[in-house]
Structure formats: structure tokens, C-alpha cells
């Protein structure tokens, strides 16, 4: 299994920028794929998921209403589309996979046994 995240960058406050996260070796229709991040000296954080058996996703209180994760089988991507970025929203975000057969998601880093490597997100102010 391999997940390979893009899309991050510098934006100013109040910019958008949408991530992608392209996986390979695992059949997409099933599982749940979230997103996580963590800023400079803080614990990683959840942000978004999607089961993509179901297609129910959640978010962070932190990013509800301005984010929003969705997917694409056929490109076997997910996606996450930020909108109104703070500063706060600075951080290396990561994808990742649970393969536990599911139609919910969790927010629980502990969960997802199969990880990106991360692509920086910084917001100026």
C-alpha cells in the first residue's frame, strides 16, 4: 500500500488550496482514508474522513465548514478542499488509510496502519 500526498503550499489567509492523496495497492471502493495533521512542536491532529464504503465523512470542529474531504475512484484520490485558511491551519498534512472493513470512519491516528509522507501547508497572516 502506498499513499502519495500532494497540493500543499503558501497561501495567505483566506486562500484556498486543495490536497490530494493518491493510493496504490489497495482497493479504493473500500476502507476509510483521512487526513491528519501536525504543526511545529504539537501532536498530530485529526482533520477529515471519508469511508469510502459509505461515503460518510466528519471533520474536526476546527476546519467544519471550511474543509471538506471527497474522493474520486477512478483516480483512486481523495481530496481535501480548504477554504477560508487561517494561520492556525500551518502544518505538515498527512493521508492515510484504515483498513479495517467498516461503513464509519474514526478519528483516531491509532486506527489507520498505512500513512503518506506529508506535504506543508503554510498560511501567512
Known amino acids: 500500500v502506498q499513499l502519495q500526498a500532494s497540493g500543499g503550499g503558501l497561501v495567505q489567509a483566506g486562500g484556498s488550496l486543495r490536497l490530494s492523496c493518491v493510493a496504490s495497492?489497495?482497493?479504493?471502493?473500500?476502507?476509510?482514508m483521512g487526513w491528519f495533521r501536525q504543526a511545529p512542536g504539537k501532536e498530530r491532529e485529526f482533520v477529515a474522513a471519508?469511508?469510502?464504503?459509505?461515503?460518510?465523512?466528519g471533520y474536526a470542529g476546527s476546519v467544519k465548514g471550511r474543509f471538506t474531504i471527497s474522493r474520486e475512484h477512478a483516480k483512486s484520490t481523495v481530496y481535501l478542499q480548504m477554504n477560508s485558511l487561517k494561520p492556525e491551519d500551518t502544518a505538515v498534512y498527512y493521508c492515510?488509510?484504515?483498513?479495517?472493513?467498516?461503513?464509519?470512519?474514526?478519528?483516531?491516528?491509532?486506527?489507520?496502519?498505512?500513512w503518506g509522507k506529508g506535504t506543508l501547508v503554510t498560511v501567512s497572516s
Open positions: 492515510a488509510i484504515d483498513r479495517r472493513f467498516s461503513i464509519r470512519y474514526t478519528s483516531s491516528a491509532a486506527e489507520y496502519d498505512y
Open positions: 495497492g489497495v482497493t479504493f471502493s473500500r476502507y476509510a
Open positions: 471519508l469511508n469510502l464504503e459509505s461515503g460518510i465523512t
